[in-house]
């Protein structure tokens, strides 16, 4: 069974998704959340903490570029970034590291039943053995059709999460 669930994620990017999902009756459309010009973009001031937890603060920082698109390929401004991933981390010496495979992705309820989550897996290798992945958490907010995303944080086993609250989740 777990070799099927692995086929079937590897094959869902490659045949493509509608960007939407449906859980307990609800459907969820994040389709208006691509990002047209081909990524959201944005740099975070971020401190690395106990080897591989990067966290946002204010002190001792360097800055991040990120890059992401919901649902697909970044299209990136950097020729360091391969294509194929869904979310870029840049560094200051523009390296890029891959968060996420565009083809490799799920969508889960939120835990807090305040949206849907968006899963990439299959990044760049971390070493033999792990790789890095991310979430984007769709949480409902009203009041906003869309906010920009947020980094949170990078866990100690290289996932990566990100926020953006939008009506679209509720």
Request: charged letters at 15%; proline letters at 4%.
């Amino acid at each position: 069974m777990f070799r099927a669930a692995v086929v079937a994620l590897l094959f869902v990017g490659a045949l493509g998704f509608d960007c939407s999902a449906t859980f307990q009756g609800h459907t969820y459309n994040l389709s208006p959340l691509i990002a047209t010009n081909g990524s959201y973009t944005w740099g975070v001031k971020a401190i690395n903490v106990a080897g591989n937890n990067i966290i946002t603060l204010a002190e001792d920082t360097v800055t991040y570029r990120y890059e992401l698109q919901v649902c697909g390929a970044v299209k990136s401004a950097f020729s360091t970034c391969k294509p194929g991933s869904a979310i870029n981390r840049i560094d200051p010496q523009g390296n890029c590291t891959s968060l996420g495979n565009a083809d490799v992705a799920f969508f889960s309820p939120n835990p807090y039943n305040d949206g849907v989550y968006l899963s990439y897996w299959a990044g760049d290798d971390i070493d033999h053995i792990q790789k890095y992945s991310s979430r984007i958490y769709f949480i409902c907010d009203q009041g906003h059709q869309v906010t920009p995303p947020v980094f949170e944080h990078e866990k100690s086993f290289y996932q990566n999460h990100f926020s953006i609250q939008t009506s679209l989740a509720c």
